[in-house]
């Protein structure tokens, strides 16, 4: 059964539940088309390489710097130059899940901006990003560059936070441990260092668009810590509210691991209370109360 929080000032039918989704496509709604960027630390390649696997008509790739292996599902498409690899993109227009990425030698590269933009706005299914370099950290803090969100119309953002981070040392698992509140040697990762990623990251998202926080290194313990980080998050939000729009759509996704298991889910969105024939017929029928972040 989903655990259940409890939050404030909503109608006497809370605490609200956290639902729970099998998929991370389902998790983080996902629909049928779009351009999904994963920012952060902690999880971005293995939450595009888990939506390669379910949404195999994806098509992915990358802002900033990929491994050798890319996704490590479905097609990987390197080429030396932009020009070689849009010949290389056309011959394989049909086949997905593909990944496309420039060869840099010890890693994997971006494609040119304008290349990258041509092909989301062509491909009929999702397009999966990887927008942010952590250097294989937990935590990271947004810098100039970093992330690099791709040129498109709509950017749907996950923003990605490695919560196995917390209570080890700030220098191993942070990017750029001297820049974290505190830092000093011999700290360890605090959540007031989790609340200020996630208040850095909403302060650079793009204004519109889907919005996820997504949690890892999340189990039934640590469902509090959850939604306080979303509490933060959405409060950050607020605070841009002359660059963000505050009524986007926006859902907090916890889990222990991104490769296997479920998810818990909050939507923060308002939802109307079903029609008492519905409610009859279905289990989970949602209520009209507040998320317990929101």
Known sequence: MAPRLSTRGVAKHAPVPARRARTLGRALGLGADGCWAFVGAGGKTAAIRRLLHERPGSLASTTTSLDRSGFDCGTLAVAADAAALGRLAVRLAHVRPLTLAIDAATHLGAPAAAQLAAWIAANPS?????????????????????????????????????????????????????????????????????????????????????LVLLLTGIDAGRLELATRLGRAFRRALRAHHGSQDAKRPFRLVAARHLGAGTFWVWPSVRTRAAPASRRRRSTGAALSVRSPFG
Not at 128 to 143: M, N
Not at 152 to 178: I, K, M, N, Q
Not at 186 to 206: D, F, K, T
């Open 126 to 210: 999702v397009t999966l990003v990887e927008a942010d370099d952590a250097g294989r950290r937990l935590v990271k803090l947004p810098v100039p560059g970093a992330p690099a969100w791709p040129v498109a119309g709509l950017v749907h953002t996950v923003v990605v936070v490695g919560c196995d981070a917390l209570d080890r040392p700030l220098a191993e698992v942070a990017s750029r441990p001297r820049s974290w509140h505190g830092a000093r040697p011999g700290a360890r990762v605090r959540a007031v260092h989790l609340e200020q990623m996630v208040r850095a990251y909403a302060a650079v998202c793009p204004p519109r668009g889907a």
